[in-house]
């Protein structure tokens, strides 16, 4: 069973609220953000063509006279604009809706989407994208019990995407909040075509109350906090949009043993921040973030069990891969990943770590697809870019 912790700590000399989710005493994810500071991502803008880029079938639109955002024009017929066009063809001085997708990440500008989509604990309504769409995560039986509840609703103007929250779901909760998702689009898109340009039209809830409707509730045990006005503010939340999951919340009043020590959260923070895992087979990681790919080398250390170097190697090695999809996730690293697993010459053991490997990556709820393994025993992997790296979370604050 999993604990979701929300309180805030000091970070970099700054004061952050954060999330960590925690289960068996392990952290499974950390999210961080300055207690002053807001996040763009999600946002929906009355948005500007900048210029267009032919030649890479993109486009910059502006959210704000000082912020261009990427665009893929193979998007451009799911645009809503501001005023009728006769053309679906976008060109520069247009005003379209659009949402933020992306947040800036390194050298790269935000990006955002005309495919505007609205969340919900069990379901994605989206304007561009129609028809249904369900988690991965489902099995079979349930993805036809929840299709024919769908079926039966109209949805025959938006698309929808039914996530893995769902299967513990009723009817009449998937009713409830399709009809509030409806209501959110409906009121945007109402709004969207009378306003200024670069008017917000809206914004992303707190970062906590994201991440708390993201988590897969099925095995979440707790939601604690020990910060008085968050605690109203999750309250507040969960009667209105989550309320079977209010009686998990609660309150922490210790004040002998502060809840960030309680569970350890600045060592586990500080361990996701360094370079080197350790494995409890004594072998390790070295993680390494560059500018084009993530980089994972996988080492035996201190590994001393007296058997066959082939059996030594396999254990290690299917020990790292486990380890690595959990630190994918809480360093939140993205984009293209090497990993030099040991070299094993058992083909079966290779085929084997790939197959463990993906199995841990599923229980992530951002996509992650193990590719191949190379000749040169190296094994691709990419994880979709959502938000930005700790580490450059880290950074920013660094720089202030």
Avoid at 13 to 35: K, M, S, W
Avoid at 300 to 326: C, P, V
Wanted: with cysteine.
């Amino acid at each position: 069973m999993s604990k979701l912790i929300i309180s805030r700590m000091d970070i970099e000399g700054i004061l952050c609220d954060y999330t960590a989710l925690i289960d068996h005493n392990r952290l499974q994810e950390f999210h961080f953000h300055p207690v002053n500071k807001k996040s763009i991502l999600d946002n929906i803008y009355v948005g500007q063509v900048d210029n267009l880029v032919k030649n890479i079938q993109g486009a910059f639109i502006k959210i704000d006279k000082d912020t261009p955002c990427y665009y893929d024009l193979k998007e451009q017929n799911t645009a809503i604009y501001t005023s009728p066009k006769k053309s679906s063809q976008m060109v520069a001085g247009d005003q379209v809706l659009v949402q933020v997708c992306r947040d800036a990440i390194k050298s790269k500008q935000p990006a955002v989407t005309t495919n505007l989509s609205f969340q919900g604990k069990y379901l994605i309504l989206t304007t561009g994208k129609k028809g249904l769409g369900l988690s991965a995560k489902l099995d079979s039986e349930e993805k036809k019990r929840l299709k024919k509840w769908l079926e039966e609703f109209d949805t025959s103007e938006y698309g929808l995407v039914v996530r893995t929250n769902a299967r513990d779901a009723q009817k009449e909760e998937l009713q409830k909040e399709l009809q509030i998702l409806k209501k959110r689009c409906e009121k945007v898109l109402r709004f969207g075509v009378s306003r200024t340009c670069f008017s917000l039209l809206e914004e992303r809830e707190a970062f906590y109350l994201s991440v708390l409707r993201n988590t897969y509730t099925r095995n979440l045990e707790e939601i604690i906090t020990d910060i008085p006005e968050l605690y109203k503010q999750i309250q507040s939340y969960l009667t209105e949009n989550q309320p079977e999951d209010i009686e998990h919340l609660r309150f922490y009043e210790d004040t002998l043993l502060p809840l960030i020590k309680l569970y350890g959260i600045e060592k586990k923070f500080n361990d996701i921040c360094q370079e080197k895992v350790w494995l409890k087979s004594g072998g390790f990681l070295v993680i390494q973030p560059t500018e084009a790919l993530v980089s994972i080398d996988v080492n035996t250390g201190k590994f001393t069990e007296k058997k066959k170097a082939e059996e030594t190697y396999r254990k290690i090695n299917l020990e790292a891969a486990e380890e690595i999809a959990r630190q994918l996730r809480v360093r939140n690293l993205s984009g293209i990943i090497l990993i030099d697993f040991i070299n094993m010459k058992n083909p079966d053991h290779n085929e084997e770590l790939l197959h463990v490997l993906q199995k841990y990556l599923r229980k992530d709820p951002v996509k992650a697809i193990v590719h191949d393994m190379t000749q040169l025993n190296l094994v691709e992997v990419t994880r979709k870019k959502v938000e930005k790296p700790l580490s450059e979370e880290i950074a920013a604050l660094q720089q202030g």
